[in-house]
């Protein structure tokens, strides 16, 4: 016999139908598990459903199984996004182009994809009579990436990054970010869609996908004494995986949500976070010092987002999930 009480417990907590875009990644997999724990139904866009290897873990997620639907959509196809977006209430855009090893032609692989493949989802919500809200993931590094930042003004949602400075310096994910946001506000107020804006800043902690994306594999590198990679860092803001996909749940659901919101709990340059990583993680090597870098000094005003409700994990919260999860791995060695 069915038991009723179940049933009507799971309908009681139905929250709606929401897409998430390149649903395999690390935060889509993150802000999916998040959705389905607070009742929705989610319709994820892949490029492959059938790729066991890619998407095997959303289906190992609590919910999944009754309220997760995986469906054939790609960037640079005009239109695939239609039928998964179509009934949707909420669409969370947080796909980004996959760059090509054969080649590297950063207008052709980068940009262009970047742009386009926004305004491709954009223009499928816009089909979709029953659009609430789209939030899209963007980054804090449009904000910070400019030559005129006043080291005592915390940078807020109203600064971003200048154009001309990422082209003359080539910083090619910054512009292609940059780009992308700018052309999805443009689209969306022409076409009166109701957007939303998430910055993160650099992403710590446990990794739902099998192989580990490339902020993960940066950790990862510092934890096991590598420099090379956080040389070129410097001062950087850090937030929890967690609270990225917490906050992007609240910006789609809080009515008064609206514009672009950094997401970051502390800004740290790197000697800051050895200092503070070594003493925690004694017997791994981490560097010790780096060199210091001939760069303008910054900090983020998050208080937008903290208006909304948002309590950031520390930087010790965030290093400790993300070392358990290197340990559980068998990657980093047991401390």
Known sequence: MEDKSVVIEENSNYKGKVCVTGASGFVASWLIKRLLLSGYNVIGTVRDPGNQKKVGHLWKLQGAKERLRLVKANLTDEGSFDDAIMGCEGVFHTASPVLGKATFDVTVEILNPAVDGTLNVLRSCKK?????????TSSSSTVRVRD?????????????SSVE???????????????????????????????????????????LPPDLCSTADDVLGLLKGKTDKFDFHGRMGYVHIDDVALSHILVYEHPSAHGRYLCSSKVLDNNQLVSVLSERYPSLPIPKRFKELDRPS??????????????????????????????????ISSI
Request: proline content about 5%; glycine content about 4%.
């Open 128 to 136: 979709n009579p029953r659009l609430r809200r789209v939030v899209l």
């Open 148 to 160: 005129n930042i006043d080291p005592n003004i915390p940078l807020d949602e109203s600064s971003w």
């Open 298 to 331: 910054y900090d983020f005003n998050t208080l937008k987002l903290e208006g909304l409700g948002m309590k950031f994990k520390s930087i010790e919260e965030m290093f400790d999930d993300c070392v358990t999860f290197f340990k559980e791995r068998g990657l």
């Open 165 to 207: 400075f990422c082209k003359k310096f080539e910083i090619w994910y910054v512009l292609s970010k940059t780009l992308a946001e700018k052309a999805a506000w443009e689209f969306c107020e022409q076409n009166n869609i109701d957007l939303v804006t998430l910055l993160p800043s650099f992403i710590i902690g446990p990794s």
